[in-house]
């Protein structure tokens, strides 16, 4: 399979330089939300609302999304749906660990440890393999600054960007001003099907919020 959206998402936010992630707490949840949104275009999760559901646990070939699987039904309980923003807070940070796993395993990073202070260890991932993260900004130039028709994965990654406010890693060289239209112009288009396409706006609402809430923590 190829390169799934929360590692593209997850890509995008490492330095190519020192293997670091940039805008952490934002491309988390970008990463979060990207695993759940191909749950949805697998047919694995549908998203009505608020609310998530389990819909099939059949496993899709991809390890990252077929890892999910029994989380998502052990985190339900027994129910039969649960808020979206709650699983994407539960998911965060595993969610990042295991898509910087499956990055490794595809040899396009590669991971690297020293220790803060002398004590505290701290992991970086450089990139092993460019091509995959030149290929990416490639695409994503080609539909939001070149204005090229989006496919579904990509109009979904690009919702998720936009609503993560992730813009300055996608395009680190224009400003916000020169994308956002266009990014929030892809996000509310007809590229998929309604359900999808709702699934997309619920995600969307609970990224922003829970970066913003993130955002406004910090500062």
Same mark, same amino acid.
């Given at each position: 399979?190829?390169?799934? @959206?929360?590692?593209?998402?997850?890509?995008?936010? +490492?330095?190519?330089? $020192?293997?670091? &992630?940039?805008? #952490?707490?934002?491309? %988390?949840?970008?990463?979060? %939300?990207?695993?759940?949104?191909?749950?949805?275009?697998? %047919?694995?999760?549908? &998203?009505? =609302?608020?609310?998530?559901? @389990?819909?099939?646990?059949?496993?899709?070939?991809?390890?990252? +999304?077929? $890892?999910?699987?029994?989380l998502i039904e052990t985190w339900l309980r027994g129910r039969c749906k649960r808020r979206v923003t709650d699983w994407l807070t539960k998911d965060q940070e595993k969610g990042v660990g295991a898509t910087l796993e499956s990055l490794r395993g595809r040899g396009v990073v590669g991971e690297t440890e020293h220790k803060v202070l002398g004590v505290f260890p701290r992991r970086r991932h450089p990139e092993?393999?460019?091509?995959?993260? #030149?290929?990416?900004?490639?695409?994503?130039?080609?539909?939001?600054?070149? =204005?090229?028709?989006?496919?579904? #994965?990509?109009? %979904? +990654?690009?919702? +998720?960007?936009? $609503?993560?406010?992730?813009?300055?890693?996608?395009f680190p060289g224009l400003s916000r001003r020169q994308v956002d239209a266009r990014m929030a112009e892809i996000a509310a288009g007809q590229w998929a099907a309604e359900g999808v396409r709702a699934a997309i706006r619920e995600m969307q609402a609970a990224v922003a919020v829970i970066t913003i809430a993130t955002v406004a923590a910090v500062s």
């Open positions: 399979m190829a390169v799934t @959206l929360a590692e593209e998402i997850m890509l995008l936010s +490492l330095d190519d330089d $020192s293997g670091l &992630i940039k805008q #952490r707490q934002s491309a %988390g949840w970008a990463v979060a %939300g990207a695993i759940l949104l191909e749950l949805v275009l697998a %047919g694995r999760v549908s &998203i009505a =609302g608020k609310y998530l559901e @389990l819909t099939r646990v059949e496993p899709t070939g991809e390890q990252l +999304l077929d $890892s999910r699987l029994p092993a393999d460019g091509s995959v993260v #030149r290929a990416l900004r490639e695409r994503l130039e080609a539909v939001v600054v070149m =204005g090229a028709e989006p496919d579904e #994965r990509t109009a %979904g +990654l690009i919702a +998720l960007i936009h $609503s993560a406010r992730l813009h300055r890693l996608a």
